[in-house]
T-cell receptor, first 111, second 113 residues
Framework: GESVGLHLPTLSVQEGDNSIINCAYSNSASDYFIWYKQESGKGPQFIID?????DKRQGQRVTVLLNKTVKHLSLQIAATQPGDSAVYFCAERTGGFKTIFGAGTRLFVKA | NAGVTQTPKFQVLKTGQSMTLQCAQDMNHNSMYWYRQDPGMGLRLIYYSASEGTTDKGEVPNGYNVSRLNKREFSLRLESAAPSQTSVYFC????????????FGSGTRLTVV
């Protein structure tokens, strides 16, 4: 069945280092892949998305890479800051209004 | 702009009680969604409304009903609450089914005892 999973439940990085959060997906028909950030006590916040016909997209301090051959998605955060500490979710949109979320990776940033 | 506003923020219900979770968005979005989030799990879609006047079931609709009152408001009703419905509920909205993500509210933490 459809699933979106994450390789690591937690990730700890030093402030200033780059972070890489990974995600696997199983539905080849998904048209968009999206990353969300969720801080404690808040709703998820949209970070960046990538269309299925792209392999890389950059935003401010973030880059999303899509490897359709191995059905893998990653979020790279440059120069990680304490404010980046949160849970990060990958999600895939399988067409229209159906979006499937992964379980999330908690990112800890050490000062 | 307030974005997506959910009320209440916290609620405790007894098994069998009913309640309605309210959601309103001020971004003129066409589509609205209700998700639940349980510990260690991602968000699961309960119901969605692609546009005003339409509603459809998501992954976990059992025990819930929804109403798209107008373009701004989308409510979620629990007719007879069960302990399994203890969760954090998020409302979200989007322009439609195209690119971009959803805008989420801050959530309602519901406990059913």
């Amino acid at each position: 069945g459809e699933s979106v999973g994450l390789h690591l439940p937690t990730l700890s990085v030093q402030e200033g280092d780059n972070s890489i959060i990974n995600c696997a997906y199983s539905n080849s028909a998904s048209d968009y892949f999206i990353w969300y950030k969720q801080e404690s006590g808040k709703g998820p916040q949209f970070i960046i998305d990538i269309r299925s016909n792209m392999d890389k997209r950059q935003g401010q301090r973030v880059t999303v890479l899509l490897n359709k051959t191995v059905k893998h998605l990653s979020l790279q955060i440059a120069a990680t800051q304490p404010g980046d500490s949160a849970v990060y979710f990958c999600a895939e949109r399988t067409g229209g209004f159906k979006t499937i979320f992964g379980a999330g990776t908690r990112l800890f940033v050490k000062a | 702009n307030a974005g997506v506003t959910q009320t209440p923020k916290f609620q405790v219900l007894k098994t069998g009680q009913s309640m309605t979770l309210q959601c309103a968005q001020d971004m003129n979005h066409n589509s609205m969604y209700w998700y639940r989030q349980d510990p260690g799990m991602g968000l699961r879609l309960i119901y969605y409304s692609a546009s005003e006047g339409t509603t459809d079931k998501g992954e976990v609709p059992n025990g819930y009903n929804v109403s798209r009152l107008n373009k701004r408001e989308f409510s979620l009703r629990l007719e007879s609450a069960a302990p399994s419905q203890t969760s954090v509920y998020f409302c979200a909205s989007s322009e439609g089914g195209g690119p971009g993500g959803y805008t989420f509210g801050s959530g309602t933490r519901l406990t059913v005892v």
